[in-house]
């Protein structure tokens, strides 16, 4: 069973960048679709972020132009480069692995605010 694990996150200024770390242990994701979503307080979690193993990537509006995911096989990690953060984009960032069986990580904080 695969297991995922957040890190980065943390508090940045308006304009600032974060990048958002979701290491993949228990077997291999590089044949799986991978996902970042988010939760702000209130709100329901949204998806932010898809990676396909074939290299297609996908973004909600919100986010596409500054925000870029990516991953590196040989580590078994996703990232989600995070550019241009607003404090809308305040929320914990969720990983998730939905395919044959969905894995989620614990999540990881961000905070956009001067």
């Known amino acids: 069973q695969v297991q995922l694990v957040e890190s980065g996150g943390g508090l940045v200024q308006p304009g600032g960048s974060l990048r958002l770390s979701c290491e993949a242990s228990?077997?291999?994701?590089?044949?799986?679709?991978m996902r970042w979503y988010r939760q702000a307080p209130g709100k329901q979690r949204e998806l932010v972020a898809t990676s396909a193993p074939n290299g297609n990537t996908n973004y909600a509006d919100s986010v596409k132009g500054r925000f870029t995911i990516s991953r590196d096989n040989a580590k078994n990690t996703v990232y989600l480069q995070m550019n241009s953060l607003k404090p809308e984009d305040t929320a914990v960032y969720y990983c998730?692995?939905?395919?044959?069986?969905?894995?989620w990580g614990q999540g990881t904080q961000v905070t956009v605010s001067s």
């Open positions: 998730h692995k939905p395919y044959p069986s969905s894995v």
């Open positions: 228990g077997s291999s994701i590089s044949a799986y679709t």
